[in-house]
C-alpha cells in the first residue's frame, strides 16, 4: 500500500522502479501467458461487475453534485451493457496476432552480415486520462499484451470506477502468474503526481495524454519524456454536390449525434453550395435536438439556426452543438479543414470518386473517411482491439494506437566473425 504522505517525486519513484522489474519479467514471458492473464482479468471484470457498478455510482453522484455536463457523465457512466462491452474488448486484444518478435524487415550486407528489425515492446508507459473508466482495462489489455508495464493516473471524477476495474485487472493478471505491478494506478489525485510522472525519465519510456486541450497541452509542456499526443477532436463531414441526400442525412445524424462526447464526433458540418437538400439537413439535425450555429446562408434557412462565431470553427463541442457552413466545392472545403481542423477525422460524402480521391489524397489527417461516419474513428472499429486513443502527431503512431503502436523494435545483426576494416 502507497503511503499518500509522501512527495509525489517519491511515489513515482516507487511506482516506476516497481513497474521496471514487471516489465523485466513481462518481456521473457510467454504470449500464451499473457493471453491467458487477459482471459482471466476479463472474466475478471465480469465477477466482479456489482462492485464497479458501485464504485461507478458513486462516481456518478459526485459529479453530478460537481456540475459535471451531460456529456461528461455520459462519459463517465457505466451499466452493465458497457461492462460487458469492457471485458470483450479484453478478450479481443487477447486474440489479437502478437506483435512481439516479428520481423518488419531483413537483409543481407555484402559482407555477408544478416540485419533484420524485430518488434520489441516499448518498456513502461504512463497513461494520463480523463472521464472515462473503460480507458482504465483499455490501457491495461493492450500495455501488457505488447509486453509493456503501465502506469495509470485517471480522472479525479471516475476514481471510484478507476479503482474498481483497476483491481479486478490485477487480480486476473497476477492469477495467471504475471506480476500485478504490471498494471499500476496512481492512489491519488493530486495534480502534483501528473507533474513528477511527466518528469519521470529514469523509469517511464512514453507518456499518452487522453483527455481535453488542456490536459494535453500540459504534458506536452511539462514532460521530459516522449509523448504520443491526442489532441482534440475538431473534426468535420463535408457533403458534396454529388452527395446522395438519404446516406448525406444518415451518416451527418449518425457523425454528430450517436455519442456527442467521443473525440470522433463531427464538430463541423461544411456543405457545397451545389448540394440542394441543405435546408432538409439542416431541418434534421434541429429536429434532432441539436443546436445548430451557422453562418449567413444556413441561417437563412430556419430560424432556429444561431449565428456562428469566428470561435465556433475552432471548438470541439462534446456536445449536442454543430457548426455549418456553405462552401463552394471539394476545394473550399479542403482550405477549411486545413485551416481549422486538429487533423484527427475528416469525412466528406459524395457518389463523386474523382472529388473523393481528391479530398482523401489532399486532407492531412490521421483519419480521412469517404461516405462513411466519423464516430467510426475507433480501434474497435478499424479491427485493432481496445485502442490507448489517437494520435493526431505525426511520429511513431498515427490514428487509432493498439498493439503495434506500443511497441518499438531493435536492430539483431548475425555475423559470422566478420570483422570491420
Known amino acids: 500500500m502507497n503511503d499518500l504522505t509522501q512527495t509525489p517525486e517519491m511515489l513515482i519513484a516507487q511506482m516506476g522502479a516497481r513497474a521496471r522489474r514487471a516489465a523485466a519479467l513481462l518481456a521473457p514471458a510467454g504470449d500464451a501467458q499473457k493471453v491467458d492473464a487477459l482471459r482471466r482479468a476479463a472474466q475478471t471484470l465480469r465477477d466482479q461487475a456489482p462492485a464497479i457498478l458501485a464504485a461507478n455510482a458513486r462516481d456518478m453522484d459526485n459529479g453530478i453534485d460537481n456540475g459535471l455536463s451531460a456529456a461528461m457523465l455520459d462519459r463517465l457512466r457505466l451499466d452493465e451493457d458497457r461492462i460487458a462491452t469492457m471485458a470483450a474488448g479484453v478478450d479481443q486484444v487477447a486474440i489479437l496476432d502478437n506483435p512481439l518478435g516479428s520481423v518488419i524487415d531483413s537483409s543481407v550486407r555484402p559482407n555477408g552480415l544478416e540485419l533484420s528489425r524485430v518488434r520489441v515492446p516499448l518498456g513502461v508507459i504512463g497513461i494520463i486520462y480523463e472521464s472515462r ?245 475507433d480501434g474497435g472499429e478499424f479491427g485493432l482491439g481496445a485502442e490507448i486513443g489517437i494520435s493526431t502527431g505525426r511520429l511513431h503512431a498515427r490514428g487509432p494506437v493498439a498493439l503495434e503502436g506500443l511497441t518499438t523494435y531493435k536492430w539483431i545483426v548475425r555475423g559470422r566473425g566478420q570483422a570491420r576494416p
Open 133 to 377: 473508466p473503460n480507458v482504465t482495462a483499455d490501457a491495461a489489455a493492450l500495455c501488457l499484451r505488447a509486453g509493456n508495464a503501465v502506469i495509470l493516473r485517471g480522472g479525479s471524477e471516475a476514481k471510484e470506477s478507476n479503482r474498481a476495474i483497476h483491481a479486478a485487472m490485477a487480480e486476473g493478471i497476477a492469477a495467471a502468474g504475471l506480476p500485478a505491478e504490471a498494471v499500476q494506478l496512481i492512489p491519488t489525485t493530486d495534480r502534483a503526481v501528473v507533474g513528477a510522472l511527466l518528469r519521470a525519465s529514469d523509469f517511464v519510456d512514453l507518456i499518452v495524454p487522453r483527455g481535453g486541450k488542456s490536459l494535453v497541452a500540459r504534458v506536452q509542456e511539462e514532460a521530459r519524456v516522449p509523448v504520443l499526443a491526442h489532441l482534440d477532436g475538431i473534426n468535420h463531414s463535408y457533403v458534396d454536390g454529388a452527395a446522395d441526400p438519404a446516406m448525406a442525412e444518415s451518416l451527418v445524424l449518425n457523425a454528430k449525434l450517436r455519442r456527442t462526447g467521443v473525440c470522433g464526433s463531427t464538430e463541423t458540418v461544411l456543405i457545397d453550395r451545389a448540394y440542394g437538400h441543405a435546408p432538409a439537413l439542416v431541418k434534421a439535425l434541429l429536429d434532432a435536438k441539436c443546436e445548430v450555429r451557422g453562418d449567413d446562408a444556413v441561417q437563412a434557412m430556419d430560424e432556429r439556426v444561431v449565428a456562428a462565431s469566428d470561435e465556433d470553427w475552432d471548438t470541439e463541442y462534446l456536445d449536442a452543438i454543430v457548426s455549418i457552413r456553405l462552401v463552394d466545392g471539394v476545394e473550399e472545403a479542403i482550405a477549411h479543414i486545413a485551416a481549422h481542423a486538429s487533423h484527427h477525422t475528416d469525412a466528406i460524402i459524395t457518389e463523386d470518386a474523382a472529388v473523393a480521391e481528391r479530398f482523401l489524397n489532399a486532407v492531412d489527417s490521421a483519419i480521412v473517411m469517404w461516405n462513411a461516419s466519423t464516430q467510426f474513428a
